[in-house]
């Protein structure tokens, strides 16, 4: 299954070359996208819809993202929403800067309303897939050297022996769990709390093993 490859909303599938890039335009196709989240919903969210409320074209939407999936992601979950915390030296203190810079960044109603969806559509498609996952792992290679400062920027954050991407799908895990299955459930100061000192007390089980 492609994504977003119905109707009107019909394109190419890569960006194509040609005149530099409007800010302005970029800027309010990514609002649009928002706005229409909230009236619609994700299923009923259309390109069209969204160039029609930006004021542009589907065309433009294609020179900038590959379809739906790009476009919904990189509007809910812009780049200073992932962006993740600066290392204080207290492990505890870290780990609560994680689960708090996750709530941060899927506790707002656009991520609600469009994850589910979002994700399925994402996991469909191998091109947005691999897009998507590539945004997340330069934030999870960041927080890897701030956690650990003798690790290797370049490694690879994917690696399921790696503690710091564990305890980012741990933390990442959780929040998603939340919002999918008990979507009634708040992302509040009880659950940064309660996940803080769960995950804490492991690690320093682990720290000791090791």
Do not use: C, N
Not at 36 to 42: A, C, F, K, T, V
Not at 111 to 134: F, G, N
């Amino acid at each position: 299954m492609r994504t977003d490859r119905s109707g009107d909303d019909k394109g190419p599938t890569r960006p194509s070359a040609g005149r530099p890039r409007d800010g302005k335009i970029d800027a309010a196709i990514v609002q649009a996208t928002r706005d229409l989240l909230l009236e619609s919903g994700y299923t009923a969210l259309s390109l069209s819809a969204i160039a029609a409320r930006a004021g542009t074209t589907t065309a433009a939407i294609y020179r900038r993202w590959s379809g739906k999936a790009q476009l919904v992601h990189e509007a809910i979950l812009p780049a200073e929403v992932m962006a993740m915390p600066s290392a204080s030296g207290d492990v505890e203190g870290d780990i609560r800067a994680l689960v708090e810079a996750t709530r941060t960044m899927f506790d707002r109603p656009e991520v609600r309303i469009a994850l589910p969806a979002l994700i399925a559509d994402t996991v469909a498609d191998p091109d947005v897939h691999r897009r998507m996952t590539s945004r997340f792992a330069e934030s999870l290679a960041t927080f890897r050297t701030r956690m650990d400062p003798g690790s290797d920027p370049g490694g690879d954050v994917r690696d399921d022996g790696g503690d710091l991407p564990m305890l980012a799908e741990v933390v990442v895990g959780s929040a998603i769990f939340r919002i999918i299955v008990r979507h009634d459930a708040p992302l509040d100061e009880a659950w940064v709390d309660d996940l803080t000192t769960l995950i804490s007390s492991g690690w320093t089980s682990l720290s000791r093993g090791r």
